[in-house]
């Protein structure tokens, strides 16, 4: 049973930082590519960016490039997000997801696997 949970979200002020983690198992995760993608409320789940499984290989959606970082950890099942600079319109649950594609793609129906999300809010 793959299983992907999140860590680390919270509440913080806007020009801080916040990390968020996903563990992952169930799964050979270093053949997968990992997505975080986020929700706000009354609005779609959109891309905020993506990993190759071997980590090289990253994309970001324009709204987040040169504030978020995603690295992974293929030793340790995890993928992690670096959040900095952060904007009171970051503020959303937080998704990490896995696919099985080997590409990195900015859209949600791509991904096979999904965590439960976790709640960033940042307060302006």
């Known amino acids: 049973q793959v299983q992907l949970v999140e860590f680390g979200g919270g509440l913080a002020q806007a020009g801080g930082s916040l990390s968020l983690a996903c563990a992952a198992s169930g799964l050979t995760f270093n053949r997968n590519v990992m997505g975080w993608f986020r929700q706000a409320p009354g609005k779609e789940r959109e891309f905020v960016g993506g990993?190759?499984?071997?980590?090289?290989?990253?994309g970001y959606a324009d709204p987040v490039k040169g504030r978020f970082t995603i690295s992974r950890d293929n030793a340790k099942n995890t993928v992690y997000l670096q959040m900095n600079s952060l904007k009171s319109e970051d503020t959303a649950v937080y998704y990490c997801a896995a696919s099985l594609r080997p590409s990195i793609s900015q859209t949600p129906r791509v991904y096979d696997y999904w965590g439960q999300g976790t709640q960033v809010t940042v307060s302006s």
């Open positions: 990993i190759n499984w071997s980590g090289e290989v990253t």
